[in-house]
């Protein structure tokens, strides 16, 4: 391994990167995700190996340095791929958002502890030789990655306080956090940022301008923050999404400065599929593409829809059996799921009492809507987990239009993706695209209590006459059904 050639390392890296565009292309369905996990995993596992012959060869040349570099590394890969395996195995799937989140804010904080170690060694990295300063280019490179890798990190850790829901520390809560002036703080400190960053990039002699360069750090981090707290719960499908793309522009940043091809490709093809999913979400949510970029959306709505009072209002409620019955006598039935069926840990029982259904007769779908949860595609991840077929998952605008025919629509732990205030140009969720349900002919809600969603709105859903609302747990709610199905 101490004697792999350079050509040998670009093409590993080569190779790697092509897995990586495979396993995007196979995680754009559920039919093929499986398979794309596999490329994604053996990609990485080429990159990561030819990184460690790398570093060997590169140890090897520089004999003086001793052997702790690299039992260092070898030391970061076996702890880092332990905790990794183990988060992975343990992890829930209603916590699978806050796993996201966590991974993404890992990303930046590396990028920006590379960053510092090429500012303070480059001649390490191979970009030029001990009394030389950086170039230009590098200096540039450097400070967009070390910026927007600081603002992914110290904004996903937000985001993750957010997510989890279990922190009472003001910042980690779902309610937005807002102050006066806050957009022209924000303002004020990425220009800041942009100042230091010149200086840095134009800073004359060898020794790097460490001064501008840390300060410029720190206000990222700050900025990080300032950018995610403002923003509800109910938005922050977009935000995992936005973050999972500024990690990857980060890491190409990176990629530039190290000039190692697999990182730049494997980063620009994370932080566009990001962004491109990032801009898919905020069609279905009716938000600003640009809002979301700037951290600013979210909060308006959030806070008046969660400042205004609930009125209380007569609702018709039934039983499991109640709700089987309508089911059994119903010729098509639609399900939309929502984060109350990953909570209970419901998806198994739901496909048993679909199976019971479509034994009897009765035509069911899945209605997915693209922000259901708290992270994207968490529906169709619950679902797959259960092996619920894909032809029985359709997505929002191909279902949508079928909700006037439909005889029955059951409604599991949603609320603000079938809300039909949505509909109404004076609501905080108005323009958001919607699942229909309230055009069925009937209507069956699974809820625990008549608590409000993310949004903080009361749904008129629930008060519709042909609504019928069964409380309780979505698994105890969907065992009772699959009882009284028989």
Request: aromatic share 8%.
């Amino acid at each position: 391994m101490s004697y792999i050639s350079m050509n040998l390392v670009t093409m590993f890296y080569l190779i790697a990167s092509v897995c990586f565009i495979q396993a995007l292309k196979g995680l754009s369905s559920p039919a093929t995700a499986r398979t794309g996990n596999a490329f994604g995993m053996s990609g990485m596992a080429i990159a990561t190996i030819t990184t460690v012959a790398l570093i060997f060869k590169l140890q090897a040349q520089a004999a003086s340095t001793g052997g702790l570099g690299f039992g260092l590394v070898l030391l970061g890969v076996v702890v880092g791929g332990g905790i990794g395996a183990f988060a992975a195995k343990k992890v829930e799937m209603t916590k699978m958002p806050e796993l996201v989140a966590a991974m993404h804010s890992l990303i930046g904080l590396a990028a920006v502890c590379i960053a510092v170690a090429v500012v303070a060694e480059p001649w390490v990295f191979q970009i030029t030789t001990q009394g030389v300063a950086l170039p230009f280019g590098n200096r540039l490179e450097l400070f967009i990655g070390t910026f927007v890798g600081a603002v992914t990190f110290s904004g996903s850790v937000i985001a993750f306080g957010k997510l989890s829901g279990k922190y009472k520390f003001r910042l980690f809560q779902g309610a937005p956090v807002s102050f006066a002036g806050q957009h022209m703080l924000n303002l004020g400190i990425a220009i800041a940022i942009i100042a230091l960053g010149l200086v840095f990039c134009f800073a004359p002699g060898v020794e790097p301008a460490w001064t501008p360069f840390i300060i410029m750090a720190a206000l990222a981090f700050v900025l990080g923050v300032l950018i995610i707290i403002p923003i509800g719960g109910a938005d922050m499908p977009v935000v995992v999404s936005m973050l999972n793309s500024y990690s990857g522009w980060a890491a190409a940043g990176i990629g530039f400065s190290l000039n190692n091809s697999m990182l730049i490709i494997a980063g620009s093809l994370v932080g566009s599929s990001g962004a491109i999913l990032s801009y898919i979400m905020c069609k279905a949510m009716n938000r600003s593409f640009f809002n979301v970029i700037l951290g600013g959306f979210g909060g308006d709505a959030a806070a008046a829809g969660g400042g205004a009072a609930q009125e209380q209002r007569p609702v018709k409620s039934g039983s499991a059996d109640d709700a089987a019955f309508i089911m059994s006598n119903a010729e098509t039935v639609i399900i939309v799921p929502g984060y109350g069926l990953a909570v209970a840990r419901a998806q198994h029982s739901l496909k048993e009492l679909v199976e019971k259904l479509t034994h009897k007769g009765v035509i069911v779908k899945y209605a997915i809507h693209p922000v259901a949860g708290r992270m994207p595609g968490h529906m169709n991840v619950l679902l797959a987990e259960a092996e619920v077929p894909y032809d029985q998952v359709f997505e929002m605008e191909d279902i949508n239009g079928e909700f006037g025919q439909t005889d029955v629509v059951l409604v599991l732990g949603a609320n603000d993706v079938v809300n039909p205030a949505a509909k109404d140009p004076k609501s905080p969720i108005a323009g958001m695209p919607i699942l229909e349900a309230y055009k069925a002919k009937s209507i069956i809600v699974n809820k625990r209590s008549m608590a409000s969603g993310y949004a903080g709105l009361d749904n008129d859903l629930f008060y519709q006459a042909n609504t019928m609302m069964v409380f309780g747990d979505a698994k105890k709610v969907i065992e009772a059904m699959v009882k009284a199905v028989d």
